[in-house]
């Protein structure tokens, strides 16, 4: 039976489901099953309450541990009918249901949105109590003076203990960004001690997309960008004339225009192709008019979606502002806001030092790739993305913003970056847009590459040529220490984002050779590959080097090292010049490092499967539990990781480059948005090993 925490909101609106996810985010990296329960839920269905289809999308929760309890209708007429023990019941016998099965559970309790918000506090109360469970309170802080919000601690703690609830923590959500600090001054400390996080108003969480409000209005897409996932800032209602129109027009504004207003229409295309002016999230063409036939191919080609309303300006406007939007609309901007307040403002290992959990014993590629981003987090680094004329990257940069996981740094033409980031509703406020081509640091990296490769013949009108570069002067940033490390490769390939690094960052002492990792997440376990991305062939003291430095790599990043140096024979079984040279690789592993646990030459189904090396090599340390594997050469290597990736469902991370003074990492030109933010998070805590977190700004 596993425990429990009970989210209880004390005021309405207090926005708990971003509570919810943040608690569900912490307790996954740190337990190995957990679930999910609302005792009673808003709507109709059980099952489609949106923060039980969040959390199972999010977590791979089952429906068996993440679902919903009564409904509201069914938990009210029980209230009129003087039946609470039913509800009660209802709940013990499901949450219990739940805890048999888990290492905790989050129960949510209602939304305080009823008639009679005394009655639900008292129903959370009562059942936080019937469920045994600490309470972690939520007061909503939007609208309060500092001095307000406090009072509303006061209230809801003397609320509880006279309800005989037990307290874990108190959560102060939806507070004014602006007014934080004094917030949480005027918060006075309770009498238990117990903590109080403070979270601020997050906007784009409320914000809807033009997704949204193209669904909650029916709306036909006529023309312009497909890209519908864009957050609408402000709404702008076109009755005037163009000039006075575009001087109220801000970034995001979805736009409402009458169909027949061309010359708006034109105006706004204008200001979406003009870099100096804003872009607008959307327009909607209202009162059921067709645009010009002349207007209509310019729209076409507009950066933004155009929709087409048939009801009256005034009557879609109205409309629009009604759409909001929710944490559990699932829109992964949305959710990596909501993370990254969190993060930056609770304290979790404080938080949940009060509970009493389970060490996991199992590392799902869910959990492990969380903990690289709480990692990342952990201690801020600088990382350059080289490649800012690519989407997948300035989306990706976004969501790492968003999540607070590092600092970064794009490069690229600012105006192209930021017209493509507009185009396609990407929000890169916050985040470092460095020039290469008008750089102040262009001629310190010139002069310092000269002196570098001067034995090669460069002078310095060449090297200010190869300065223009990404990879080079963001390779050069990382070696003068402007960021702390790289990540390229989105649109180049593996020798383009290496061959900065081998000319001027060079190798690590005593390291002969640069390779590469993929860390391979199984269903329970994360196992090492290398090399399967660099080296075609490498020589007897090139296996060595790399299995080593996979070692290191497997440490580093919570694996601890067995290694096998693979081939088509086991033990002293086969012979030949291949598996000869995989033995002596072997034995300079040993040499150099006999704190290792190392076997080789052994084949594949010897190093996992235990009954087979039990015949094969049974008082081997590290036959049958083998968690780095080093491949004899490239085109087994990559081979196999991709076999495995695609008939076991595993998720291949990498390549992650070892051997480098300094960390730089390269992408597959096939690389997913995820695939960007993982090895970002991976650079960034390859950089904490090596520097304290890096400040430098371009002068």
């Not at 699932?330 to 993370?339: F, I, P, Y």
């Not at 000869?580 to 040993?590: G, H, I, Q, S, Y």
């Not at 070892?658 to 992408?667: C, T, W």
């Amino acid at each position: 039976m596993g425990t429990g925490i009970y989210i209880s909101a004390t005021t309405a609106g207090s926005g708990k489901s971003l509570v919810s996810l943040g608690l569900a985010d912490a307790l996954h990296r740190r337990a190995d099953k957990i679930g999910f329960f609302r005792p009673v839920v808003a709507g109709t269905d059980p099952e489609q309450d949106p923060t039980v289809v969040m959390l199972r999308r999010m977590y791979n929760l089952a429906p068996e541990v993440c679902r919903g309890g009564l409904t509201q209708g069914q938990a009210r007429a029980l209230l009129a009918a003087g039946q609470r023990e039913e509800i009660d019941a209802h709940a013990v016998a499901a949450y219990s249901q739940i805890a048999a099965q888990c290492d905790v559970v989050i129960v949510e309790g209602t939304d305080l949105t009823g008639q009679n918000a005394a009655v639900e506090f008292d129903l959370n109360a009562r059942l936080a109590n019937n469920l045994g469970l600490p309470i972690l309170a939520v007061v909503s802080a939007r609208g309060l003076t500092p001095a307000e919000a406090a009072d509303a601690v006061d209230v809801a703690r003397k609320e509880l203990a006279a309800a005989r609830c037990t307290l874990l923590a108190m959560m102060v959500n939806r507070a004014d960004p602006a007014s934080m600090a004094e917030m949480h001054t005027a918060i006075r400390p309770g009498a238990s001690g117990k903590p109080v996080y403070v979270i601020p108003e997050i906007d784009e969480i409320g914000r809807p997309t033009v997704a949204e409000v193209a669904a909650a209005l029916s709306l036909q897409q006529l023309a312009g960008s497909a890209e519908l996932e864009r957050d609408v800032a402000g709404i702008k209602v076109a009755a005037m004339t163009v000039g006075n129109f575009l001087h109220m027009l801000e970034v995001g504004d979805l736009v409402i225009v009458p169909g027949d207003r061309a010359d708006v229409m034109v105006a706004c295309l204008a200001s979406a192709f003009s870099p100096e002016f804003p872009v607008p999230s959307g327009m909607i063409l209202s009162g059921g008019l067709a645009p010009d036939p002349n207007v209509l191919p310019f729209l076409a080609h507009a950066p933004f979606p155009v929709f087409a309303s048939p009801r009256d300006t005034f009557s879609t406007a109205q409309s629009v502002s009604l759409v909001r939007s929710e944490i559990h609309s699932g829109q992964r901007r949305k959710v990596a806001a909501a993370l990254g307040a969190w993060a930056r403002n609770v304290d979790e290992g404080e938080l949940l030092a009060r509970m009493a959990l389970p060490r996991p014993a199992t590392m799902t590629p869910l959990r492990f790739l969380q903990e690289l981003i709480e990692r990342a987090r952990s201690q801020r680094k600088n990382i350059v993305l080289p490649e800012g004329n690519d989407i997948r990257v300035l989306r990706a940069a976004e969501i790492l913003h968003r999540r607070d996981v590092c600092d970064l740094t794009i490069l690229g033409a600012e105006k192209d970056v930021r017209e493509l980031a507009a185009s396609h509703g990407v929000d890169l406020s916050g985040i470092a847009i460095v020039d290469p081509a008008s750089s102040a640091w262009r001629e310190e990296f010139a002069v310092e590459y000269q002196r570098l490769r001067a034995h090669k013949g460069i002078d310095l009108a060449r090297a200010r040529e190869v300065m223009l570069e990404g990879s080079y002067f963001g390779t050069m940033m990382v070696h003068l220490g402007k960021v702390d490390g790289m990540v390229s490769g989105a649109a180049h390939t593996t020798a383009n984002t290496i061959r900065p690094a081998l000319e001027f960052v060079k190798t690590k002492p005593g390291v002969r050779i640069v390779s590469s990792v993929f860390l391979m997440l199984m269903a329970d376990r994360v196992l090492v590959y290398g090399d399967c991305a660099v080296n075609p062939e490498p020589n007897e003291e090139q296996l060595a080097d790399i299995a080593i430095a996979s070692a290191e790599t497997a440490a580093q990043f919570g694996v601890a090292p067995r290694v096998a140096m693979l081939s088509y024979s086991t033990g002293g079984s086969g012979s030949g010049a291949a598996v000869d040279e995989v033995r002596r690789a072997t034995e300079l592993v040993k040499a150099a490092r006999p704190d290792l646990a190392v076997e080789g030459p052994i084949q594949y189904d010897a190093a996992v499967d235990a009954s087979i090396a039990a015949s094969k090599l049974p008082s081997s340390a590290v036959a049958g539990q083998a968690t780095v594997f080093i491949f004899p050469d490239l085109n087994t290597g990559n081979n196999t990781y991709k076999a495995v990736q695609q008939s076991s469902g595993a998720v291949a991370v990498g390549p992650v480059l070892q051997g480098l003074n300094k960390p730089i990492n390269d992408l597959s030109r096939g690389c997913t948005v995820e695939d960007i933010v993982n090895t970002v998070a991976i650079t960034a805590i390859q950089a904490q090993a090596q520097t304290a977190p890096n400040t430098q700004k371009e002068s």
